[in-house]
């Protein structure tokens, strides 16, 4: 992939929307490589004992998926310096699985030091599930 050059970018610039899908698969190799095994990620009748709907998705694979749809746009994970976020609502992930909507907006371009702000919107049947979601990238 190539990496985006500062000065192809322009505030206001739209990223995606990007579809990424969630498999209960994905949660359950999420869990071995991350080691949250919490029984709200992989089992649906421990989930639904605690109130939850169903299966969810842990927050950190939201917000990392999120992440990467900023990084491919950049062209180089090694590009993002900064990613901040609150979790808003749960990704339920029902055994036919689900899927992530992600999309950004430019909201700043720094010339002097290469930096962009990117807003970003996640969202899972229409509803926001990341808030104040905000990465920094630093250009060429």
């Known amino acids: ?19 990424v899908p969630v498999s209960r698969g994905t949660l359950v190799a999420y869990a071995n490589a991350s080691g949250d095994q919490n029984p709200i990620h992989q089992d649906e009748a421990f989930a639904r004992s605690v109130g939850l709907p169903d299966v969810i998705a842990h927050g950190m694979w939201t917000m ?16 993002v310096v900064e990613f901040g976020t609150r979790f808003t609502k749960p990704v339920v ?22 930096r962009v702000t990117v807003d970003l919107t996640t969202t899972c049947g229409g509803e926001k599930v990341l808030g104040r979601c905000v990465a920094v990238v630093v250009l060429p």
Do not use: C, F, N
């Open 93 to 114: 992930v029902p055994a036919e699985g689900s899927s992530i909507e992600v999309s950004g907006v430019v909201k700043a371009v720094d010339v002097e030091s290469g």
């Open 1 to 19: 992939m190539t990496v985006r050059q500062l000065s192809e970018v322009s505030v206001g610039e739209v990223i995606g929307p990007v579809t």
């Open 64 to 79: 990392g998926a999120s992440g990467t749809v900023v990084s491919d746009w950049a062209g180089d994970a090694g590009r």
